[in-house]
């Protein structure tokens, strides 16, 4: 779903207007696809969607091809790109595409009164059922601190100190044995389709295609959440790098 957006928003588009051949190919992570070309010095990809901390990290690393924020467009009203944008969407190795989030799901038709929270999502016994888990700490030991009663404004502050990850672990232990864990994002809404869980954590725009466009009764509970830009990125070494830096200002 996602990849197809992007096919029609931003590739097809560009393809019109510059005639430089485009090609979408879907990944359910490219970021472990970029270290490994970049590594082995044969570098296939030309430009990358990644979430926000793997853009980081990977920058960090070496990985990435840098890019200059003065070198991108301006926004329609002339401020420069690096203001235009929201605060920190703009690194020194990815631009901002999006804002997503990490949420949890369930079906309406099981569970007309909630969940509504993200403690819900941990009480089995209001709200019984297995429940599915990306397979992953990011996202995974948020929610837990949150469905444990921290307030998402300490939720790191918290996580960094050992304390915090005992804790995490500790309420993740609660439904241990009724997890199932997801590694595809397109996996969270067949686990719910197929009664295999009873509510999911799920990237958003997967509940609202499934929702909109199957017309299942899956509702969304923001409490928890866990937002996210999607960044576009360059391997460092990409094949054809003046190409990738013109996408990525279109």
């Known amino acids: 779903a996602y990849g197809e957006a992007q096919t029609e928003g931003h590739v097809k588009p560009f393809i019109a207007k510059t005639g430089i ?14 270290k490994s070309q970049v590594e082995a010095g044969n570098v296939t990809i030309d430009v990358a969607s990644v979430e ?33 944008f929201l605060p920190g969407a703009v690194t020194e190795c990815g631009v901002s595409t999006d804002v997503w989030a990490n949420v949890f799901a369930y079906d309406s038709s099981k569970f007309p009164e909630g969940p509504t929270t993200a403690a819900d999502f941990f009480d089995l016994e209001k709200f019984p059922g297995k429940r599915g888990l990306r ?3 990011k996202a995974v030991l948020e929610l837990a601190l949150m469905g444990d009663g921290v307030p998402a404004a300490e939720v790191y502050d918290l996580l960094s100190t050992p304390e915090g990850l005992d804790r995490a672990f500790a309420k993740l232990d609660t439904i241990k044995k009724d997890v199932i864990w997801w590694e595809a994002g397109a996996q969270a809404p067949q686990l719910l389709a197929d009664g295999e869980v009873a509510m999911t954590t799920a990237y958003n725009g997967r509940i609202f295609a499934a929702a909109i466009n199957e017309g299942k009764p899956f509702q ?9 830009n999607e960044m576009y990125v360059v391997p460092k070494g990409a094949p054809n790098k003046d190409k990738a830096m013109e996408f990525i200002a279109y």
């Open 135 to 137: 397979k992953g700490a």
């Open 220 to 228: 969304i509970v923001w409490d928890g959440q866990i937002y996210e």
């Open 52 to 84: 926000y901390a793997d853009a980081i990290r990977l920058c960090d690393e070496g990985l990435l091809e840098p890019i200059d924020a003065a070198a991108l467009p301006a926004g329609a009203d002339g401020t420069p790109a690096a203001d235009d």
């Open 21 to 34: 051949n485009t090609v979408m190919t879907d990944a359910d992570n490219p970021a472990p696809v970029i």
